[in-house]
């Protein structure tokens, strides 16, 4: 079965740091772009960020590069999101997933595969 498990979710103060983990079963992500998207609530799906498989690019939003460092460990299978001097709008459920890293896509992340179950981060003022 595939499956992803995010965790590290949690309250922080803004300015504060968060690092999320996404364990993957059931498959190896060498071969798979993965990212890490985020929902609000009341908001749309907002891409984050994305590692491609093939070259090890990165790929942020706007409002997330410069702060947010999308990593990955292939030998323990999970891919890392480290959050930099959070802001309050960075407040949502965080998901990783597999999906197609390009430019063309918001955050970088497109296509979406299999994603998890979420981690909450909560940034107070």
């Known amino acids: 079965e595939v499956q992803l498990v995010e965790s590290g979710g949690g309250l922080v103060q803004a300015g504060n740091s968060l690092r999320l983990s996404c364990v993957a079963s059931?498959?190896?992500?060498?071969?798979?772009?993965m990212g890490w998207f985020r929902q609000a609530p009341g908001k749309e799906r907002e891409g984050v960020a994305c590692?491609?498989?093939?070259?090890?690019?990165?790929y942020y939003s706007d409002s997330t590069k410069g702060r947010f460092t999308i990593s990955s460990d292939k030998v323990k299978n999970t891919v890392y999101l480290q959050m930099d001097n959070l802001r309050p709008e960075d407040t949502a459920v965080y998901y990783c997933?597999?999906?197609?890293?390009?430019?063309?896509?918001?955050?970088?992340?497109?296509?979406?595969?299999?994603w998890g179950q979420g981690t909450l981060v909560t940034v107070s003022s």
């Open positions: 059931g498959f190896t992500f060498d071969f798979y772009d």
């Open positions: 590692l491609s498989s093939r070259d090890g690019d990165s």
């Open positions: 997933a597999s999906g197609v890293c390009d430019n063309d896509y918001d955050g970088g992340l497109g296509h979406l595969e299999v």
